[in-house]
């Protein structure tokens, strides 16, 4: 199935749509709920003031992010990285 130049929202649920690619698509105001994204490859993606909570971010790797502003259990992660840099 093919979505082209549409604005609408949809509604999808007990869906596989793994293998699936988004390309220059607005998400935002997305609600994610009992989601798989495991394996998936995020590129130039804006998560600004985005919510995660009961996540599994087991193994994830993040580089060249912008952090500022981040909180971790309400602990910045740019102060948590300047204190581990502090320690090595």
């Given at each position: 199935m093919h979505l082209n130049n549409t604005k609408q929202a949809l509604q999808v649920r007990d869906a596989?749509?793994?293998r699936s690619a988004f390309e220059d698509v607005n998400l935002s105001e997305a609600l994610f709920?009992?989601?798989n994204l495991s394996e998936?490859?995020?590129t130039d993606v804006n998560l600004?003031?985005?919510k995660f909570t009961n996540i599994n971010?087991?193994?994830a790797d993040l580089s060249n992010c912008d952090l500022t502003g981040m909180?971790?259990?309400g602990l910045l992660?740019?102060?948590l990285l300047a204190a581990h840099a502090k320690k090595t």
């Open positions: 596989d749509l793994s709920t009992d989601v998936a490859l995020f600004s003031y985005s971010f087991a193994n909180r971790i259990n992660v740019t102060d």
